[in-house]
Structures are given as structure tokens and as C-alpha cells.
């Protein structure tokens, strides 16, 4: 009897995730996410024109801190409750299995949502570049298409191979933006090194809030260290060093790169620069410091920052479904791992699948790319801060039952300071939500029309999924219930 299931057990395909990831692959990875390139080139000319113009790179700075905060509890309770579950894993042991499921929802919500808005975008790319060489104009679905079955891919193979991939496509990325900077820094823009961006005055200019909200955006993905737990070397060191210096990487490059689009546009002209074509504000800047060559370069690894982006997406979707499927919330078949690639391999079949069904969905209802982009990255963003906003509160709570487990510092002070900052990240992406989804009337100002009113209420109604999936398992079968909980650490 006992041989019996001991041969079970070694001969079963094992449904833990397994890898061997550094810190700096991680970090790749996780910068990734965040598509630096394409927030300068696409985010930082609008947060210019809607935020406080010339302060913008300080408002990255202000929210890499709220970050960090809120990066002291996360860790706290990654290392109490590990595994891959991450927000999931955190609110539940934190807030209860039902609030839990429904914040498992809510980040499945969020990374889908981003990760179709980046396919979009990728495609749209793709096909301009292509067409502005000669070539006849695709339409930018085939290219996202394309992208979506390289992603998935990548994907099913072990997760040291994405890493590669994303080290490369990021590192460039990161070294022309760093490259442009300093370009500009050297040659002195075009009023000079002026230092106005750092006063008080310009940073509570105009709509400080605004670009408060833009900057948080460029942060997507950063928290996603966590969902990697399992699959690197000594967790323990590991997983804060990536996500201590993700965020902080991040932070400088963007506050570096967008002092230096304000001095190379120069301070009086900065706004006049963004607005006559906040699209290719990047692709003129570059041209004029870089070169043509710099330019064709830049543009090339632009698009590369959108795919490694859907990437890393992807491989944390995959670890959600991963994830629920052991908690019995998805279908067990998502939680079994390749035996060879280590992989959710099943799990990155399904992602890739919904992620072209949505794209195609899109094509048959004629939704032009730019505002699929505007209407995705509007919900990830707020369900993101929100998702944050719950852990640093689950957090909180999860220490003050277990005292002794932390210092006051790890366990209430910093996510209580992270949670202030999140919430009124919230409220102010709230207030400019349509701002955010690019709701505008027709004389371009934003109003709450349908596009506000209808992405606000997917954010707001996804996380009732969770509560009514979690109510109807307590009732039909509560050992079920029971096991929401249970065996983080096993996946």
C-alpha cells in the first residue's frame, strides 16, 4: 500500500512551479511589465499636456515612494505566506477567503486588461512602421495576432527563456532612453540645463493630480515580483532585491528620461512641443539629438518594449490561473506544470487563447486600436491601485492579529502610509477617469460619457465574481471554502 502511493507520487506530474531566476532576471522581468519606452513615448506627452507640464518628473519620483511603501507590507507578507498567489494570497489571509477571491478576480482584470491594450498598441505599431517604409498598410490586428502566438510560446517553455528574451528587448530599450538623456544633458537641450522642473512652484502647477495619475500608470507591473516566488534562487533575498530595485530603477529612469524631453523641447516651449503631436513627440526628439539612425533604433526597440511587455504580462497572468486553479476557483487543468519546462504550460494555453479572443472581439466591433489602449490601460491602471490599496489594508490587518511576526514598521506604518498614498491615487484617477479612457466631447474636452461610466462599472463589478463564486462554494461544500487558504506554500 504504501509502495503503491509512493510510486504515485514520484510518478504523478508535479504541479509546482520551478525555476532558477536571479535577481536581475527578475528585475528584467518585472521592468518589463512597466513598457518604460513606450510610457515615454506615449505616456509622458500627454501627462506634459494634462498634468503640471514641467514638474512631471517629479511627480515619478513621489510615486516610486508610495510604491516603496506599499512594496514594505507586500514583502512582509510574501515572506510569511509564500508562494505564487501574491494579491490573491495576501487579501485573502489578510481580508478573508471572500474578499480574496474577489481581489483575485480584480488582478486578473487588471493584467488582462493591460496586456490586450499592449497587443493593440504593439500591432498598431507595427503596422505604421511598416508603412511609412513603403510597405502596404496591414491592419495592426494581424501583427497583435502574431504577437499574441509568440507570447504564447515563449510562454509554455520554461520561464528562464522569457527571462532571456526580456533581458535582452529591456536592456536595450533602457540604454537608448538613458542614451537620449544624456545626449541631451551634454549638448544642453534647447534653453540650456535648467533645473525648473524640481521647483515647487512648476511641481503643484497646473493639475498636479493628473500627473500623479499618469505616473502611476507607468508603474504597471512592478508589484509582480512576488508571483515569481517559486521559481528563484533563496526567495528570501531574491524577491525583495528585485522588487526594491525594480521600483527604483523604474523611477529614476522615468524621472531622467522625462527631465530630459522637458529639456530638450526647453521649459517656455515644452507644451507647444507635446501638443502639436504628443504621438510622435518622442520619435522628433530623438531624431533631432540621436539622428535618423538613432531615430529608426529607438522605433525599433519602442515596439520591442510593447512586446516584452505583453510577456511579462503573460507570465503573470499565467501564475494567477496557476494559482486559483489550486484553490479549486479555475479548472484543476490550469494548475499543472510541463514536466520539462517547469511551466504552467496549460495555463499559457488558456491565457493566449481569451487574450485572441478579445483582440478579435475588438476587430468585429471596429474599435480603432488607439482607444482600445486608452479604454484598457484606464481599467488596469485604477484596478491595479485599488488591488494595492486592499493588500496594504490586508496587510495591516494580517500583522495586528499575528503580532510579533514583524516590526511596527513592516507591519503597519509603511502600509499604512502606502495605503494613504493609494487611495488618493484612487480618488484622483477616479475624478480623471475620463481623462484617463480619453472620453472627450467634441471640442476634445472630457466629459463622463459612456466610455467613463462603462469602464468605471467593469472595475467596479469584476470583483463580484470573486464574492459570488466564494458565497456559492461556502454554501454547496465549505471544506472546499476551508481550503481557500490552504497550501500557498505548495504550488
Not at 19 to 33: E, P, Q
Request: proline content about 4%; glycine content about 10%.
Amino acid at each position: 500500500m504504501t509502495t503503491d502511493t509512493t510510486q504515485q507520487a514520484e510518478t504523478a506530474p508535479s504541479r509546482r512551479l520551478s525555476g532558477n531566476l536571479g535577481t536581475i532576471s527578475i528585475i528584467f522581468m518585472v521592468i518589463a511589465a512597466a513598457a518604460p519606452l513606450t510610457v515615454v513615448g506615449g505616456l509622458m506627452p500627454i501627462a506634459f499636456l494634462m498634468g503640471n507640464g514641467i514638474g512631471l518628473p517629479v511627480m515619478f519620483l513621489v510615486a516610486t515612494v508610495i510604491l516603496i511603501l506599499f512594496a514594505v507590507g507586500l514583502l512582509a507578507m510574501g515572506k510569511q505566506i509564500p508562494g505564487s498567489g501574491a494579491f490573491f494570497a495576501y487579501i485573502t489571509h489578510g481580508l478573508g477567503r471572500t474578499v480574496g477571491t474577489a481581489g483575485a478576480y480584480l488582478a486578473l482584470l487588471t493584467y488582462s486588461a493591460v496586456q490586450v491594450s499592449v497587443f493593440a498598441l504593439l500591432g498598431g505599431a507595427v503596422s505604421s512602421s511598416l508603412a511609412l517604409i513603403g510597405l502596404p498598410v496591414i491592419p495592426w490586428w494581424v501583427f497583435a495576432l502574431v504577437g499574441i502566438a509568440i507570447v504564447g510560446f515563449l510562454g509554455y517553455r520554461h520561464i528562464e527563456l522569457s527571462s532571456k528574451v526580456l533581458f535582452v528587448a529591456l536592456g536595450l530599450e533602457i540604454l537608448v532612453g538613458l542614451l537620449l538623456a544624456l545626449v541631451v544633458l551634454a549638448t544642453g537641450g534647447a534653453e540650456g540645463v535648467t533645473f525648473g522642473s524640481f521647483k515647487l512652484s512648476e511641481i503643484l502647477s497646473g493639475a498636479p493630480g493628473v500627473a500623479l495619475m499618469f505616473a502611476f500608470a507607468g508603474f504597471i507591473g512592478f508589484e509582480s515580483s512576488v508571483v515569481y516566488r517559486n521559481e528563484v534562487r533563496n526567495a528570501d533575498r531574491t524577491i525583495p532585491r528585485a522588487t526594491y530595485g525594480a521600483a527604483v530603477i523604474i523611477g529614476l529612469f522615468y524621472a531622467l528620461t522625462a527631465w530630459a524631453l522637458v529639456l530638450a523641447a526647453g521649459e517656455s516651449n515644452l507644451l507647444a512641443v507635446a501638443g502639436e503631436d504628443p504621438a510622435g513627440m518622442l520619435a522628433r526628439i530623438t531624431d533631432e539629438y540621436l539622428g535618423p539612425v538613432g531615430s529608426i533604433v529607438a522605433t525599433v526597440l519602442l515596439i520591442g518594449s510593447m512586446f516584452a511587455a505583453a510577456l511579462s504580462l503573460h507570465n503573470v497572468l499565467t501564475r494567477y490561473f496557476h494559482t486559483m486553479s489550486h484553490r479549486g476557483l479555475l479548472p484543476e487543468l490550469l494548475g499543472d506544470v510541463h514536466t520539462r519546462h517547469g511551466s504552467p504550460h496549460k495555463a499559457a494555453i488558456v491565457q493566449v487563447s481569451i487574450a485572441t479572443v478579445l483582440t478579435v472581439v475588438i476587430v468585429i466591433a471596429g474599435l480603432p486600436a488607439e482607444i482600445v489602449l486608452t479604454w484598457l490601460a484606464g481599467i488596469g491602471t485604477l484596478a491595479l491601485v485599488l488591488l494595492m490599496a486592499t493588500t496594504c489594508l490586508a496587510t495591516i490587518v494580517y500583522f495586528a492579529r499575528n503580532r510579533g511576526l514583524v516590526s511596527a514598521w513592516r507591519g503597519l506604518i509603511a502600509p499604512a502610509l502606502g495605503l494613504i498614498g493609494l487611495i488618493a491615487a484612487a480618488l484622483l484617477i477616479i475624478m480623471n477617469f475620463p481623462i484617463m479612457v480619453a472620453d472627450l466631447d467634441a471640442e476634445g474636452i472630457p466629459v463622463w460619457g459612456v466610455a467613463s461610466f462603462g469602464t468605471l462599472l467593469v472595475v467596479v463589478l469584476t470583483p463580484f465574481v470573486g464574492v459570488i463564486q466564494a458565497r456559492v462554494i461556502r454554501k454547496r461544500d465549505p471544506e472546499a471554502y476551508s481550503r481557500i487558504t490552504e497550501g500557498f506554500d505548495a504550488e
